[in-house]
C-alpha cells in the first residue's frame, strides 16, 4: 500500500526546499513528501492522485503565490481531498488573511515564517494534526475502481470480467457512493462516459471494451511461437487441466479464452464433490490454482480472444482469430464448453444485465442485500447459487417445473437447501413476465397445474435452464450430433459423413473428432459427464492422445 502523503506548495524555492526538508527529516519514512512551486501544477497531480487512490494525510502551502494564493488553492484542493488536514504558511502580514480562512476552508492551522527551530515551531504542529488524521484514516482501496449504475448491463460486462479473472476491484455505483461523483466531478467527465475504469496509476477508461481493459492491466499477451505444439480452445476445467498436462509434458501450449478461465465452473460459489477437498472450494479458487499450475508450467494464456475459424492444411491446423494474428499449430484440443440456454419469456431480454443474470453472477450479489431474489432451474448450479445467495438475499426463491428437486439436484445441496429458512422451493412453476422500470422490479408466475398467476417483487433473477454447447463458431468438417455437441472417437462411425471426411487407416482416438488431429474435451463434447471431476479427466486424458497423434505426423 502507498504511503499516505504530505503536499508542500510555495513559489519560493529556496523556502519550499527548506520546509520539504524538514518534513522528509521527520516524517520520510511515514509519509511521501511532495513539494511544488506551481499551484497549478499542484491541482493537477491532485486528480491523478485521487484516480489512483493515493490518500493526502496534510496541505501545507503558502499564502502569498502569484497563481492563486494559499485560501484560494486550499479551497479546490480540499473538494478533491477533503479529510486532508490544511496548514497555511503565512508572513506576519498575512495573520488578518489566515484568521479567516480558519472559516472559510476550515483552517487547521497557520505557521509563521520563518519556523525555526522546527523540533520548537513546526513538528509539535503537524505532529498533532497527523495524529488527528491518523485517528480517522481508514485506508482507500489501492487497485482498479470501477464507476457505473448498478443496473447497467455495460457495468455488469466489467464487472463479469474483472471478477471472473480474480482482478481485485473496487465497485462505486453512481447513484449512492459519494466518491463515484467526486471521481466524476474533478476528471469533467458525466454519466453519459459510464462505466468508468480508473486505474491504480491514475489513467482511466471511458466506456471501455474488454479488449481494452484487457490491454492496460497486461491481460492479453503477445503469440510466444511461431507454431505451438497444441492449442486449447477454451479455458474451463477441461482445458485447464489439458494446458497443465501438455505443459508439464514439454508441449509448446497456448490457451485461448474468450471470457474468462474457468468457464461455468469457475462462476460456483461452493464445489462440494470434488475429489481431495472435503469442505469444498470455490470455482474461483480451483481456477486459480490451475491458472497458477499451468502458467507456472509454461502455458501460454491468451484471453480475452475468440476464434472464428480452424483451417487444416499440410497437417498443420490454423486458428482463426476474430482480432489477432493467426495461430499455426500441430494439433487441437476444443474445450469451449457450454452457454445457458436463453430464456425466451416477456421482458427478460428487456432487463438481461439489469437485475436478470445467466448463471451465478457473483459479483451482483451484494446488490441482493435485504431483496427477493429468485432463481430458474433445478440442477447443482441453481442450488450452489441458492446457497451463496442466502448470505445477502432476504429470500431466495427457486423456480421448478418439476413437484422437487430431486430428479435434478445433487442429495447434498437438496439437504443444504431444506436447512436453509431463507431458501424456498416454487414447484410446478414457471415464470410468465418480467417487468420494472429501468431495471428489474416484478415478476410475474404462474402454477402450471392450477393456472393461477402471481406477481411477486424481485431484486434480481439468476436463470439456470440447461445449457447448450459453444460450437457455432466452428466452420471445419467436424461432426456435431443434432444437438450441436461435438462427436468423438467411435460414435463417429455411425455417420455417414465420417466417411467422406476421415481418409486414416486408424479409427478416431477416444477424444478426437473427425478432423484428425483436433479433440473435445469437456462439456462440449457428447456423451460428455456434466460434472468438474469428468472434464478435468478429459482434459488430461486428451493430452495423451495428442501425443499419439503427433508421432504419427
Keep these: 500500500m502507498n504511503l499516505p502523503i504530505i503536499f508542500s506548495i510555495d513559489d519560493d524555492p529556496q523556502v519550499l526546499r527548506a520546509i520539504s526538508r524538514d518534513l522528509k527529516r521527520q516524517y520520510g519514512n511515514e509519509y511521501k513528501i511532495i513539494s511544488t512551486t506551481s499551484a497549478n501544477e499542484a491541482l493537477e497531480a491532485l486528480i491523478d492522485l485521487k484516480n489512483s487512490s493515493d490518500v493526502i494525510a496534510l496541505f501545507l502551502c503558502d499564502q502569498r503565490m502569484p497563481e492563486m494564493d494559499g485560501v484560494a488553492f486550499l479551497e479546490k484542493a480540499i473538494k478533491i481531498f477533503p479529510e486532508a488536514k490544511r496548514v497555511l504558511l503565512t508572513a506576519y502580514s498575512d495573520t488578518d488573511a489566515a484568521i479567516k480562512a480558519i472559516n472559510e476552508v476550515k483552517l487547521d492551522y497557520y505557521l509563521i515564517k520563518p519556523w525555526d527551530p522546527p523540533e520548537e515551531k513546526l513538528y509539535p504542529v503537524i505532529n498533532d494534526l497527523l495524529d488527528d488524521w491518523q485517528g480517522d484514516y481508514i485506508p482507500e482501496f489501492k487497485g482498479i475502481k470501477l464507476v457505473g449504475f448498478q443496473f447497467s448491463p455495460q457495468s455488469h460486462l466489467v464487472k463479469d470480467y474483472l471478477g471472473s479473472n480474480l482482478i481485485p476491484y473496487r465497485w462505486l455505483d453512481v447513484q449512492t457512493h459519494p ?48 507454431i505451438y505444439d497444441v492449442v486449447i480452445i477454451g479455458a474451463g476445467p477441461a482445458g485447464l487441466a489439458a494446458a497443465v498436462y501438455g505443459a508439464s509434458e514439454g508441449l509448446k501450449t497456448l490457451m485461448i479464452e474468450r471470457k474468462a478461465p474457468g468457464g461455468q465452473a469457475g462462476t460456483s460459489s461452493r464445489i462440494e464433490n470434488y475429489l481431495g477437498f472435503p469442505s469444498g472450494l470455490s470455482g474461483a479458487d480451483l481456477t486459480r490454482r490451475a491458472m497458477s499450475q499451468a502458467t507456472r508450467l509454461g502455458a501460454a494464456f491468451l484471453s480475452p480472444q475468440s476464434v472464428s475459424d480452424i483451417k487444416q492444411k499440410d497437417g498443420y491446423k490454423t486458428i482463426v482469430l476474430d482480432d489477432g494474428p493467426d495461430i499455426l499449430t500441430r494439433s487441437v484440443v476444443i474445450t469451449t464448453g457450454v452457454d445457458y440456454r436463453k430464456l425466451e419469456v416477456k421482458g427478460v ?40 445467495l442466502s448470505k445477502f438475499a432476504s429470500n431466495v426463491s427457486i423456480i421448478i417445473r418439476k413437484d422437487d428437486l430431486s430428479a435434478t439436484m445433487s442429495a447434498y445441496l437438496i439437504e443444504q437447501i431444506e436447512l436453509t429458512p431463507n431458501i424456498h422451493v416454487l414447484p410446478n412453476t414457471e415464470l410468465i413476465e418480467a417487468t420494472g422500470d429501468q431495471h428489474l422490479e416484478q415478476l410475474t408466475l404462474i402454477n402450471i397445474k392450477t393456472k393461477e398467476t402471481h406477481t411477486r417483487e424481485a431484486g434480481a433473477l439468476y436463470i439456470f435452464i440447461g445449457a447448450r454447447p459453444y460450437t457455432d463458431w466452428i466452420k471445419l468438417a467436424i461432426i456435431k450430433n443434432d444437438k450441436d455437441f461435438i462427436e468423438t472417437g467411435r460414435e463417429l462411425r455411425n455417420y455417414e459423413e465420417f466417411k467422406k471426411t476421415w481418409k486414416l487407416q486408424r479409427d478416431p482416438y477416444l477424444l478426437e473428432t473427425s478432423c484428425a488431429g483436433v479433440f473435445a474435451a469437456g462439456d462440449v463434447r457428447a456423451g460428455a459427464m456434466n460434472r468438474v471431476a469428468s472434464a478435468v479427466g478429459e482434459g488430461s486424458m486428451a493430452i495423451s492422445f495428442v501425443h499419439k497423434y503427433l508421432a504419427e505426423v
Design 349 to 388: 431480454e428487456n432487463f438481461t444485465g439489469a437485475g436478470i443474470y445467466y448463471g451465478a453472477a457473483n459479483t451482483e450479489a451484494s446488490a441482493c442485500k435485504g431483496r427477493d431474489v429468485f432463481i430458474i432451474g433445478g440442477g447443482n448450479s441453481a442450488g450452489q447459487s441458492a446457497m451463496y
Design 179 to 226: 466518491d463515484a461523483s467526486s471521481l466524476l466531478s474533478i476528471n469533467n467527465l458525466c454519466n453519459d462516459d459510464l462505466p468508468l475504469v480508473f486505474f491504480d496509476d491514475g489513467s482511466f477508461l471511458t466506456k471501455p471494451s474488454i479488449k481494452d481493459i484487457a490491454a492496460k492491466i497486461g491481460k492479453n499477451p503477445e503469440i510466444m511461437h511461431d
